[in-house]
């Protein structure tokens, strides 16, 4: 149990409710405690915190297209890496053929995101089919390989040492943000007993990011059945059903899909904008001070970015203020759109991000400035 000192305080001029009702052309930036489930304050600001002149440091805000990393791997374990720590590994993977060899990971528990593409995973558990937007969620150290019906490009989030569960409901009920009915697992049916032959076989193995390879005279995914409680489980981002409030915005915390000891993973998918006109309808300034943040963009505009398409992922390290660009913010100031289009996985991790070292041209160098305001921008051109 974690203990807090106490504090409870309303000073100068400060909204009742926290993001409804600012003070006439402030703007809020919270900071909080535990990734906006602990303690927190919210400031009201005369200008937007975001509005710097430069940025400088280890803390700035970077931005990669992985769509720039074209070339598919036939191994999951030769997917470029993108960020990471002792604790999480994110990797993006193309895959256009089926693959030559089995696959099994000894190092944690994996979960695949299925940004492009559809086909078939094969694994110890039977056969289950895959499309854009599915996560797979496969134990550590389950075999397992995939046959692609269209070109796959995924993005894989190693949990290291560790599992992935499901967030406490609470007293929002056991069937939100999801039904567990909507959990899909494999099946032996008759195209994985189809696939079991005498060939030579080879798995594959991660352990401590170097490879052991297991070869053998047939295919090791050779069961007629099994039983249990744990079992490669897939859902698509279309099953969720996001938790709204049309008087407050809420926090990413919110959006959980997956959690692990040492990081989480939230779903952004559509819903309708906050209705009440004293309500913020769009991510606040804040602080982040307990996680780093990482973003992969799917599908959809993305309401608070700008510069920012499917495919691209960002970081955002502990105690790096941010919040909406400008041309977001302007547009969701003055109204128009009803309801969001975006689709896009969020990682928050407790430990913090490095960034791998990526081909020329991936990086998006103009990140850290897309927050300037314009006439800033202006100013430095």
């Avoid at 952004?268 to 602080?287: I, M, T």
Wanted: charged content about 25%.
């Amino acid at each position: 149990m974690k203990h807090y000192i106490p504090v409870a305080k309303h000073e100068g001029v400060a909204s009742r409710q926290a993001h409804v009702a600012m003070p006439e052309g402030t703007y809020d930036r919270e900071i909080s405690k535990e990734g906006f489930f602990g303690p927190s304050a919210v400031f009201h600001h005369k200008h937007k915190p975001t509005d710097w002149m430069e940025f400088e440091g280890d803390i700035r805000p970077r931005a990669f297209d992985l769509n720039i990393l074209a070339a598919p791997k036939a191994s999951p374990w030769s997917a470029q890496q993108v960020f990471g720590n002792a604790h999480v590994k994110t990797r993006i993977w193309r895959l256009a053929e089926k693959m030559p060899a089995l696959a099994r990971n000894a190092d944690g528990d994996e979960l695949l995101f299925v940004h492009e593409g559809s086909g078939t995973l094969f694994c110890d558990y039977g056969r289950l089919d895959y499309r854009d937007g599915d996560y797979l969620v496969v134990p550590r150290g389950t075999m397992w390989r995939l046959e692609p019906s269209s070109p796959s490009m995924f993005l894989m989030v190693e949990a290291t040492n560790d599992t992935f569960k499901l967030p406490e409901k609470g007293i929002l009920g056991r069937h939100a943000i999801f039904d567990p009915a909507v959990l899909d697992t494999p099946t032996v049916d008759a195209a994985f007993l189809a696939q079991q032959d005498e060939r030579t076989w080879k798995v594959e193995v991660k352990r401590r990011d170097r490879l052991s390879t297991v070869t053998y005279p047939f295919n090791p995914l050779d069961a007629i059945g099994w039983h249990g409680d744990l079992s490669v489980v897939r859902i698509n981002w279309r099953d969720l059903r996001p938790i709204m409030s049309h008087r407050l915005h809420l926090p990413p915390s919110a959006h959980t899909t997956f959690l692990t000891n040492r990081f989480v993973v939230c779903t952004f998918v559509p819903r309708p904008f906050e209705s009440d006109p004293e309500a913020l309808k769009l991510p606040f300034f804040h602080n982040n001070d307990d996680f780093d943040e990482m973003i992969f963009y799917h599908k959809g505009s993305f309401m608070s970015r700008d510069n920012i398409h499917p495919g691209m992922m960002t970081v955002h390290p502990a105690g790096f203020t941010h919040g909406p660009h400008p041309k977001a913010f302007a547009a969701a100031t003055t109204g128009g759109k009803k309801e969001t289009d975006e689709v896009a996985v969020m990682i928050d991790t407790r430990d913090a991000i490095d960034c791998a070292a990526m081909p020329a041209g991936v990086e998006f160098e103009g990140y850290v400035r897309s927050w300037r305001a314009p006439e800033m921008k202006q100013a430095a051109e």
